[in-house]
């Protein structure tokens, strides 16, 4: 499920705030074009993370899918492990925003913004840096604009800068294309050979649309994305809840629209419009949280995935805790030490879609915030209560 997410971790005197919600204000940045540094290639590194070589092929070139060793399969069973842990060139202390993205193949990509930022935008001219497999974490983009939200495929790396996305060949480093929109983008997601962004207001008119990124062709598939806050997408396509949580709709890979009712009551007085959101597709399911008295809590339902038909399972969990990913070591997810999951300590572990349970899973201290949980192959970003940030891959 390589999507776009965005983190902000608020220091250890506060709470967790893990959510997929972006400000539209933060999102209102202009001027997107920028070299490439190159993204998904192998190259050495002296530091921290060094810079890969500039790439030379032309803009709108014909990317080929990149040839990368994936990370080893994570088990399926019994206890994880942190089995690689990649140091990010940004203090703990320093930084607070992370957007990120993990490609098919694994690689992960992350931008990193100061608390005082004040949106989940990460800064002009900050790096976008990458790890490769087990490789270490080197730069793999430097554009000199605002980078709002991340996506990746086998061949392209997207970077969303208010009302442009730029499609980054990954092989070569180069810009394939830039894609101009109708409104800034608020949400990316890339599957199926598709790529996907919700435009516009979280509060006011928007778009979903559909962007084929072999030419840059965007065709508007939804003006339903008020209070979306987000998305899931796998082979079948792109699954999102409409405002109010009555509705979940399926765009399918060739822009036809599936739709049908969530079977579930939402207070929009007590819990607003975006209560319910799609998360994740894991396996054959849908997997949505409803959270509920302003996000004080929160349950889990799942969906079958083809026929939208549910709820099929209902799980109890706290808001920021039951925010399951699809991996290849089953449905994973994280807790914070305030969640339910492991008894007072951050950890990520395998999850029950029925019950909601975490099970053998790596825990952390109190003091650890954790980021954001990616898949296919799982990996975790880690704000320590000091240090650099990290990249946890758990197998």
Same mark, same amino acid.
């Given at each position: 499920m390589p999507l776009a997410h965005w983190f902000t971790y608020y220091g250890a005197v506060r709470p967790l705030l893990a959510a997929a919600l972006v400000s539209a204000?933060?999102?209102?940045?202009?001027?997107?074009?920028?070299?490439?540094? !190159?993204?998904?290639?192998?190259?050495?590194?002296?530091?921290?993370?060094? =810079?890969?070589?500039? =790439?030379?092929?032309? &803009?709108?070139?014909?990317?080929?899918?990149?040839?990368?060793?994936?990370?080893?399969?994570?088990? @399926?069973?019994? #206890?994880?492990?942190?089995?690689?842990?990649? =140091?990010?060139? /940004?203090?703990?202390?320093?930084f607070a925003i992370v957007v990120a993205a993990e490609a098919p193949d694994g690689s992960v990509f992350a931008a990193f913004g100061p608390q005082s930022n004040g949106s989940a935008v990460a800064s002009a001219n900050t790096a976008v840096y990458v790890v490769d497999g087990d490789g270490p974490v080197q730069v793999a983009e430097h554009p000199p604009i605002p980078v709002a939200a991340l996506a990746a495929d086998e061949t392209y790396l997207y970077a969303a800068c208010g009302k442009q996305i730029i499609e980054y060949a990954r092989a070569t480093g180069s810009i394939a294309r830039t894609v101009t929109l109708a409104a800034p983008v608020r949400l990316m997601a890339a599957a199926a050979g598709k790529l996907w962004a919700v435009l516009g207001s979280l509060a006011g008119p928007g778009q979903v649309v559909e962007i084929s990124p072999g030419s840059g062709t965007v065709t508007t598939v939804g003006t339903d994305a008020a209070n979306v806050v987000n998305v899931a997408a796998g082979p079948l396509g792109l699954y999102?809840?409409?405002? !109010?949580?009555? @509705? *979940?709709?399926?765009?399918?890979?060739?822009?036809?629209? +599936?739709?049908?009712? @969530?079977?579930?009551?939402?207070?929009?007085?007590?819990? !607003? &419009?975006?209560?319910? #959101?799609?998360?994740?597709? *894991?396996?054959?399911?849908?997997?949505? *949280?409803?959270?509920? !008295?302003?996000?004080?809590?929160?349950?889990?339902?799942?969906?079958? =995935?083809?026929?939208?038909?549910?709820?099929?399972?209902?799980?109890?969990?706290?808001?920021?805790?039951?925010?399951? /990913?699809?991996?290849?070591? %089953?449905?994973?997810?994280?807790?914070?030490?305030?969640?339910?999951?492991?008894?007072?300590?951050?950890?990520? %572990?395998?999850?029950?879609?029925?019950?909601?349970? *975490? @099970?053998?899973?790596?825990?952390? &201290?109190?003091?650890?915030?954790?980021? +954001?949980?990616?898949? &296919?192959?799982?990996?975790v970003i880690v704000f320590p209560a000091s240090g650099r940030v990290y990249l946890d891959r758990i197998g």
């Open positions: 204000a933060a999102l209102l940045v202009v001027g997107c074009s920028t070299g490439g540094q !190159g993204s998904g290639t192998t190259a050495s590194t002296t530091s921290p993370a060094s =810079a890969k070589p500039s =790439a030379s092929a032309s &803009p709108n070139s014909s990317p080929t899918a990149v040839n990368l060793a994936a990370p080893p399969a994570p088990s @399926t069973s019994g #206890q994880l492990r942190v089995r690689l842990r990649d =140091a990010f060139p /940004v203090q703990s202390s320093a999102y809840v409409e405002s !109010g949580g009555a @509705t *979940i709709v399926r765009v399918n890979p060739n822009g036809t629209r +599936l739709e049908s009712s @969530t079977n579930q009551t939402v207070s929009q007085q007590l819990s !607003g &419009p975006s209560a319910i #959101q799609a998360i994740s597709v *894991i396996g054959n399911q849908l997997f949505v *949280i409803h959270d509920a !008295g302003q996000g004080l809590d929160s349950t889990s339902q799942t969906y079958d =995935a083809t026929t939208l038909a549910g709820p099929q399972t209902n799980a109890p969990g706290i808001a920021g805790s039951n925010h399951a /990913v699809g991996t290849l070591a %089953g449905p994973m997810d994280l807790s914070s030490p305030d969640g339910r999951g492991c008894s007072g300590k951050g950890c990520v %572990g395998r999850y029950n879609l029925a019950t909601g349970a *975490i @099970t053998d899973a790596v825990t952390y &201290p109190q003091s650890t915030h954790l980021g +954001l949980l990616l898949g &296919p192959y799982p990996a």
